[in-house]
């Protein structure tokens, strides 16, 4: 016991068991949720607002309070937009566009400015739809901390419920431990995961993860990177690098690049999927960690500035709270305070 | 990039009101306005804004500031100030308990950076001379166990773990009790990231506190945070009454608003910064620093503190006396030239100045220049170089000659110098008023002018 508690002489065996306990971890919480079976859209909603209970939203309360549009109801307004994180520009944007629209429809009900807001939003997402019938590399990369692994971990979960043959890479060799963390993920949803040892050149994981996947005609492979800040310009060289190497491997895999955000960053998320586009191309993003209070409004700045659409987001620990990106739902949570 | 794009924009503003020789209430509230603008840009909490900014303008529209002789400075000075206050002031530390073990937990939502900031802290500890304890509290995370470990192995320093199927009340107290059995003088506890409105997860951080007495509570935050950095501080300090904040990933280019956002809401300080992803990466926290950088108004102090690594230090006051005096001659400039010199390439320094930095981007800096300046003081006499005024006609032919330059530079050099001497002394001023004494070595930018 003593041998244990003092974590640091662990042999393999420990360590494997150790390995063990990580999995029964992950099944643990996934378990304890399994039997709420509440449809998609009303888990979102829930992991949207837990604080929400009681209170309207605040937009329509906001209207209501006022029985004239003036100044300082678009005043009022930005402040939402800006406490959700749309940022001082795209928040600009939208009011300047909202007034235009009033004055040219002539609308003197405050009320029906909601919904020019919610169109003007939903317009600014501009939605389109992507087809992944097609066997995939991808690749996650992202900030330290937004999330990437366990987002993997759900992802491959995911298509795993749709029947694909699914394989990760451990591309993460430089943070402690971080091959242990997707392996545990592996282990629990069923999936292979090629993996070298620490320190070792996140590229060369790469390739084998493309040869394997090739040969074993793998329909998912999702490429897990070690998180980097976007102003880091050699780990940045070294992220293209890993690119490059998938790309020229690929063969008849489709390649395509995931950034993993957290929904509590704030204006710093554009310079974010600014830098990281130019990288790499970035095709999607996965919006994670909006469980909590924040709403992750920068989203709207970054698909309006940079055209990146938000494929995924992520509304809590279990498995099934990685979801489909859904406009309305995120426009209507935008505004729950 | 729409920050820089603001920073210019705010010293623009400024530019505009230092050159008025006489403010409006008009001027002020439009700048303050741009201010505005950068904060929120900067991802300051929108009511933190709004008081901050109330409260500038009560200080700025008074009648001192309107009517002083440099009225755009003095507003720069104000928001300069109340930032930095807004921060909690001057630097603040992490104190050892006169009864070791120190017990230091850590806390915050997921992917903020805590085990991270756990390795750093005890490397930090260890180079005090101290024995800390890692210990592995985070039982959920799958690898974060692991995680520590690997850190620990690094630091080559113990770490404290039960495996994840503890309770981590429990851990944190046998933790304890190992660290005073085991001599360790600190104890880092590495809690799980958790959800400030996850009321299950608070409750246990609550028993924790209470099972083991935490010398220092920190929360840790991540320096890209937006609006929601309220909320969350918040939450951690009503629950815990925390004691302090380290600040992460403040290597990338994030404006850093979350700072001001905490600072404002908890009143606590914040106590480090990571810089970096090298257990070396943490750096005390400087809120004077900090409010530079969310307006995006250069670094003065780390130029002033990589002049005083540079700086002989009883010259550095003889200086500041001097610059206080308006005394500064050409003997000083000279003995400044050289100094500056040692810093480093002159762009470098310059960048550092505020309102310099994106103004000499086109500016085409001939290092041999400052050959020649040595060259002609060289050739002055002790008093010449005191009295820079007696430097007449006859004079400056044979410093030409003596320095092989011709007498345009001499008179090049000796306006530049008059200049200098005027900006040295509004240097001075402003140091007087709120950036207090640190500003040892203030005089570092001689040929700015």
Known sequence: ?337 | MIFEGLAEKLQDTFDKLKGKGKLSEKDVKSALREVKLALLEADVNFKVVKNFISKVEERAVGKEVLDSLTPGQQVIKIVNEELTDLMGGAQSKVEYASDPPTVIMLTGLQGAGKTTTAGKLAKKFIKDGKDPLLVAADVYRPAAIKQLQVLGERLDQPVFSMGDKQDPVDITKAAISRAESNGNDVVILDTAGRLHIDEELMDELSQIKAAVVPDEILLVVDSMTGQDAVNVADKFDDTLGIDGVVLTKLDGDARGGAALSISSVTGKPIKFAGVGEKLEDLEPFHPDRMASRILGMGDVLSLIEKAEEEMDQKKAQELEEKLRKNEFTLEDFMDQLEQVRNMGSFKEILNMIPGVGNKIKDLDMDEGQLDKIEAIISSMTKEEKRDPEMIKGSRRRRIANGSGTEVQDVNRLLKQFKQTQKMMKQVGDMQKGGLGGKMGGGGNFPFFG
């Open chain 1, 1 to 337: 016991m003593l041998k244990k508690i003092f974590g640091l002489g662990s042999d393999e065996e420990e360590e494997e068991k150790e390995q063990e306990e990580v999995e029964e971890e992950i099944e643990e919480t996934q378990e304890e949720d399994d039997d709420d079976g509440k449809s998609l859209f009303g888990r979102l909603k829930e992991g949207l607002s837990k604080t929400r209970d009681g209170f309207v939203s605040q937009l329509e309360s906001l209207f209501r309070s006022y029985d004239k549009i003036n100044e300082e109801l678009y005043e009022d307004l930005e402040e939402i937009l800006i406490q959700a994180d749309v940022g001082v520009q795209t928040t600009m944007k939208l009011v300047d566009d909202i007034k235009e629209k009033a004055r040219e429809e002539k609308i003197k009900d405050p009320n029906k400015l909601i919904n020019i807001l919610q169109d003007d939003i939903l317009e600014m997402l501009n939605q389109t739809e992507e087809d992944d019938e097609q066997p995939t590399i991808l690749m996650v990369v992202g900030v330290n901390g937004a999330g990437k692994t366990t987002t993997i971990g759900k992802i491959a979960q995911r298509a795993k419920q749709d029947d694909k043959d699914v394989l990760l890479a451990a591309g993460d060799t430089f943070r402690a431990a971080a091959i242990e963390q997707l392996e545990a993920w592996a282990n629990k949803v069923g999936t292979e995961v090629i993996s070298h040892q620490e320190g070792a050149d996140s590229a060369a994981v790469a390739y084998d993860a493309v040869q394997s996947a090739k040969s074993k005609e793998t329909d998912l492979l999702i490429v897990d990177t070690a998180g980097r800040l976007h102003t880091q310009s050699n780990l940045m060289d070294e992220l293209e690098k890993v690119k490059r190497v998938i790309e020229k491997e690929s063969g008849p895999m489709k390649v395509e690049v995931l950034l993993v955000l957290d929904a509590t960053t704030g204006q710093n998320a554009v310079s974010q999927a600014k830098l990281f586009d130019e990288a790499v191309d970035v095709d999607g993003i996965a919006l994670t960690k909006l469980d909590g209070t924040a709403k992750g409004g920068v989203v709207i700045a970054i698909r309006e500035e940079l055209g990146i659409p938000i494929r995924l987001i992520g509304v809590g620990e279990d498995l099934e709270d990685l979801q489909d990106f859904e406009p309305e739902s995120f426009v209507d949570a935008l505004f729950d305070f």
